[in-house]
């Protein structure tokens, strides 16, 4: 990405005004400076700005450029997790000052790989990814049966589940997860995502989600266009 500023190393943050400064952080995320965001995070809260714009229109838009650019091939997978964790550096200091706001989060979304499948770099990638674009996430981790699923469903009342798998061995496991949601009668109460290599659409189709996200990219964008969807209903 050009560097609109072109800083060099000595750059003072506190120099920028503020649409400079945020203009700086869009870059500074897509490049994986977490100290630099963190400083920056802290500089426009001095300055008098609530905590959601910083997310937003710093954060967040910064994080939706890495994931044009992670869709298009421009960006790969490591130097998205150098973003995310850039942007985990700003959100570290922004999240007790959300809650005490209580600003509502985008979406909420309880995520896990399924049962039997013990990958989790993809999913990893797609929740830092949907924390990147505003969304509450409860990663529920590897190897996750439906009975998990299901109790965190219940506890934390989200939008969405999510769920991910890398072997073509364990894929089927998520139909296990729909029908059961079907067979309590809670099937429509979420939207349901899933990813993973070996998926496709016509899988995703196949089980009963709502929707295939072939990339941490198109989960973020999907997540939010389904949940934004589902709220004008």
């Known amino acids: 990405m050009a560097d609109d500023l072109d800083p060099g190393d000595d750059l003072d943050l506190t120099t920028l005004d503020d649409q400079e400064l945020t203009a700086q952080m869009h870059d500074d995320l897509y490049d994986g400076l977490a100290a630099e965001i963190r400083a920056a995070t802290f500089i426009l809260l001095g300055r008098g700005w609530s905590a959601e714009r910083v997310l937003n229109e710093a954060l967040v838009e910064g994080m939706r450029i890495v994931g044009v650019d992670f869709r298009d091939g421009i960006l790969f997978v490591p130097e998205v997790l150098l973003a995310a964790n850039s942007m985990k550096a700003g959100m570290e200091i922004l999240r007790p000052l959300l809650a005490e706001t209580g600003a509502e989060p985008v979406g909420k979304i309880v995520i896990g790989t399924v049962k039997g499948d013990?990958?989790?770099?993809?999913?990893?990638?797609?929740?830092?990814?949907?924390?990147?674009?505003?969304?509450?996430?409860?990663?529920?981790?590897?190897?996750?049966?439906?009975?998990?699923?299901?109790?965190?469903?219940?506890?934390?009342?989200p939008d969405i589940l999510g769920m991910s798998a890398l072997l073509t061995t364990t894929m089927p496991y998520m139909k296990v997860v729909i029908d059961t949601l079907k067979a309590k009668g809670l099937r429509d109460d979420y939207i349901v995502l899933v990813g993973g290599a070996p998926l496709n659409e016509e899988f995703g189709m196949a089980v009963g989600a709502d929707a295939y996200c072939r990339d941490a990219a198109i989960a973020a964008e999907t997540a939010k266009a389904l949940v934004q969807a589902r709220r004008a209903a």
């Open 118 to 157: 013990i990958h989790d770099i993809g999913k990893n990638l797609v929740c830092m990814m949907l924390e990147g674009a505003g969304f509450e996430v409860i990663d529920l981790g590897i190897n996750t049966s439906a009975d998990e699923f299901l109790a965190a469903l219940d506890e934390h009342k």
